[in-house]
């Protein structure tokens, strides 16, 4: 890599600085990486997909958010905001950031590249990226298929199998997104397959709490259009009064979730 045009910083000065390296681009650098990743040739699509597949947002591969518009990836994956470039002084028309993969540091991944662009054009549109001209591509992106149930349709709250009621599903195949969100699907589909064979009632834990929102999301978070969902403060009952300030709205979440939580495990 040319380390001489990125620095290593994370937004706001929050985290590790060597955690991410940053590749900042002025407009005429933008624009020409910007071009040429939206004219990029696409890996082909297989027989047994669909032409035109529904691409989930937190995944959505970055010349196909590209395309939505110059701007999008400018304020998305490649956002400036938060940093500064030592080199001039000021904020970077566009960033392309370098989280770590390794504890030597001789690894990194581009954050949010999520991609279906051909391994040569990825060698060719990725190295316009200033810095990167000369790196070493050890991993190409490769798109995974996220193939999941219409939970809304076929299961309960308690990950249960509505015509099977002794089946328990759990992970990403329910319409739950993300790795803390399908472990804690696994955590109670396994605690409810285990009080379904000792006899007792299955649990959904309280709505106020994020693993209980999600799971009645699971259960009735749509119908044929039902999308992925992943840990959000919109699936939990809105808190009344509504607090204005984020901050002490988040903690009043928080605060409440415990409370709930609490309460409904005195029960059990």
Known sequence: MGRERIFAASRYGKGEDDAYLNCPMNKEEYERFYEALVHAERAPIHDFDVADPKVYEGCMPIEVMAQRGPDTIRFGPLKPVGLRDPATGHRPWAVVQLRREDREGTLYNLVGFQTNLKFGEQKRVFGLIPGLEQAE????????????????????????????????????????????????????????????????????????????????????????????????????????????????????????????LDAFLKHI
Request: aromatic share 10%.
């Open 137 to 260: 591509f050890v991993r190409y992106g490769v798109m995974h298929r996220n193939t999941f149930l219409n939970s809304p349709m076929v299961l309960n709250s308690d990950f249960s199998l509505r015509s099977h009621p002794n089946l328990f599903f759990a992970g990403q195949v329910t319409g739950v997104e993300g790795y803390m969100e399908s472990a804690a699907s696994g955590i109670m589909a396994g605690r409810n397959a285990v009080r379904r064979l000792q006899g007792k009632h299955t649990i959904t834990l309280p709505p106020e709490t994020m693993i209980g929102a999600l799971s009645r999301y699971v259960q009735d978070g749509g119908d044929s259009d039902f999308q992925p969902m992943g840990a959000n403060f919109g699936v939990i009952p809105p808190i009344v009064p509504h607090i204005r300030d984020k901050r002490s709205r988040y903690a009043a979440f928080s605060e409440r979730s415990l409370q709930s």
